[in-house]
Each structure stands twice: as C-alpha cells, then as structure tokens.
C-alpha cells in the first residue's frame, strides 16, 4: 500500500490524535482564543481521519481480492473476490476526489454565521419590491435548512419591499453556504406601477459578510460613538416612542451601524457591536477575497459584489446564473426558497478550481 495520498492522510491522523490531547489540557481550556481555534481543526481533521479509514479499508479490500484470485482455485470464494474487486475500482476513484477536497484548506470563514445586506438598486419601488422578494426567499430558504434569521435594521419601499434590509443569519456552516449569493441580482418582469404591460429591468444588491467572532476583532470602547434614538417602523407604538435605536460609530475607521428591531436598547447595542465587528473584521477579509479573485477565471465566491451574478426572467419563468452559465425554468419555486440545487452547482464550480490550484 505504498501511496502517496494515504501517506498525506496518515499524516493529518497523526495531527488529529495530537489535537485530540491538546483540546483536553487545562492550560489550553483556559486560553479561549486558542481553545475554540483547535476545536475547529480537530472537526476538520476528524472529517479527514474517518475518510482515511474509509480508504484504507478499500484499499485492504481491493489488495485481499487480488491475492484470493491470484492464490486460490474454488470458483466460489474467486467470485466473490471478484465482485469484492470490482466494488474497490469503484469506489476509489470517488473517494479520492472526496479526500482531495477535504485536503484542499476550506476558508475558515465558511463555518461563520453570516449577515446579509439587501439593498434596492436601479428601477426605483419594482427595486424596492424585488429586494422584499429576495428577502422573503432567504428567508424560506433559511428557514428549510433549519437556520435563524434575525433583522437587524431595515427601510421600507414606498409601495412594498425594502429600499434596504440587513439581517443575520445563524447556523451551522452559513457563510460557506450564502457566500455564493453576493452581488448584483437583475429582474425582469411587468411591475404592478406599469399600466401597459411592458417588462422592466430592475436590480438589487446583495452582500453577505462573515460574521467576526469576539476574539476576531479588538475593538476599544474609547473608539466607539454611540447614538440613541426613537426607532421607526414595525415594532408597535412602544418601539416607536421609546429610544431603544443604537447607532454605533468606529471613529479610526468611519463605520457605522444601526439597530431598531429591538425593544430594549442593550440588545439593540449588542446586535450592532456583532455588525459593527464583522464589518471591521471583513476589511481586511476583503484582501483576501480580491486575491482570489484575482487568481481565478470565474467568479464564484470571489470578492467582486457588484458583478451581475442572476437573472429572474419572470414572463419565461426562467431563472439564470451568469457565473457557471446554468439555467432553470422553475423560477416560482426558486423564489420560494429553493435556491439549493444553484448553490450546489456553484460549489462544483468553485471546488473545481480549488482542485485545479492545489494540484492534488
């Protein structure tokens, strides 16, 4: 069994099983920071050790098969080694590729929650309706993989929708998952403000950022402003007349954040401290995002938010990703949440490219 690939497995065991021992030492238990950084590479090394003991236990298979049809005569036990063998020359080939990717580095972000920014672009109120429509389709979208969505401030549409929601989103592996839906989303269809019948381009923005941990950011109370005001919109006659809003304000960087959704004035500050992080913290994950982008020809999960990523065709019924070129005529269903077929294509997309990099 001499292969290369298992050798690199057997040698990302033996990280996991020092791992294993580090996470249980009082001396790292009591170091945050380092505590939650190693539990996430023992999750990822331990994905890696159940695939090694996959492959090797194929690879015992296929070489058991080839010794019982090289030794013995019994036409019985040569069948079923035969049947072992061609299972094993099977299985390999996608087991390999699985194993290629785990050891490929996965962004460290992915595993983040995330906050989604959806803001109306050109096209006016059918700008403002089609960013509700988006919301309303994470929403479900979200809703169906079992994740939490909480807004963390919004503005209405004149007539529906939003000129602008922010919201975040909480569960397992959410950035990873939503990274791909940033930038421009196009739609065309009648709007209800046209009175003959013709179809109108309109588009809005997404943006989904990472969202920073405590310990990703150090941010000084003494740089932080803080505003406080009436909120306005939902809520009901107490949110409107009590100051419960929070606008906090980065003084070294300008950034500021806002929360209403809230009654209580705390919780709205804790939510825009979680903004306010995240949007410092993702200046300097930007960088990294411009440099893939700069490294690869498509433009999945790349740093670039203001390309046009998707088309919504409604008189065609039509659905269309411009980044992997993939089309599909189920756009009402699509809008009600069933994204997850696209996002699946775009991690072939861009786990492709990952291979390519790596030259695994």
């Not at 020092?18 to 249980?24: D, F, M, N, P, R």
């Not at 010794?67 to 072992?84: C, F, G, K, S, V």
């Not at 941990?213 to 009590?242: L, P």
């Not at 699946?344 to 990952?354: F, G, H, I, P, W």
Request: aromatic share 6%; proline share 3%.
């Amino acid at each position: 069994m001499n292969n290369s690939l298992l050798d690199k497995l057997n040698a990302l065991v033996l990280r996991f099983e020092e791992v294993a021992i580090l996470i249980t030492d009082p001396a790292i238990t009591s170091d945050m920071k380092r505590f939650v950084k190693l539990n996430k590479e023992y999750r990822d090394l331990e994905k890696i050790a159940k695939a090694r003991d996959r492959y090797r236990q194929v690879l015992i298979n296929q070489e058991e098969a080839k010794t019982i049809l090289e030794q013995e005569n019994d036409p019985e036990l040569r069948e079923i080694a035969r049947e072992a063998l061609d299972e094993s020359v099977q299985q390999l080939p996608e087991l390999e590729e699985e194993i290629k990717l785990l050891l490929i580095p996965a962004d460290p972000q992915d595993s983040k929650n995330a906050i989604v920014e959806i803001r109306g672009g050109t096209g006016g109120d059918e700008a403002a309706i089609f960013a509700g429509d988006l919301y309303k389709m994470y929403a479900k979208y979200c809703e169906s993989k079992g994740w939490k969505v909480a807004v963390t401030s919004s503005s209405e549409g004149t007539i529906g929708g939003f000129k602008e929601i922010i919201f975040t989103v909480t569960g397992e592996n959410v950035y990873g998952t939503l990274k791909y839906e940033s930038g421009v989303h196009r739609v065309q269809r009648v709007p209800v403000t046209e009175t003959q019948g013709r179809v109108h381009t309109s588009a809005a923005t997404v943006a989904v950022l990472p969202e920073a941990e405590e310990f990703d950011v150090d941010i000084k109370e003494s740089d932080i402003r803080v505003d406080i005001f009436c909120a306005s919109g939902h809520g009901g006659q107490s949110v409107n007349t009590t100051y419960s809003a929070i606008r906090l304000v980065h003084l070294p960087t300008g950034i500021s954040v806002q929360c209403q959704d809230e009654k209580s004035q705390l919780k709205n500050k804790a939510k825009a401290m979680v903004e306010l992080r995240s949007r410092i913290y993702n200046m300097e994950y930007q960088k990294y995002l411009d440099e893939i982008a700069s490294k690869r020809k498509t433009m999945v999960s790349t740093g670039d938010r203001s390309a046009k990523i998707r088309t919504y065709n409604y008189p065609q019924g039509r659905v269309t990703d411009h980044r992997i070129n993939y089309t599909l005529y189920n756009l009402p269903a699509f809008v009600g949440g069933d994204i997850q077929g696209v996002i699946d294509q775009l991690m072939v997309a861009e786990n492709a490219e990952r291979l390519k990099e790596s030259e695994l």
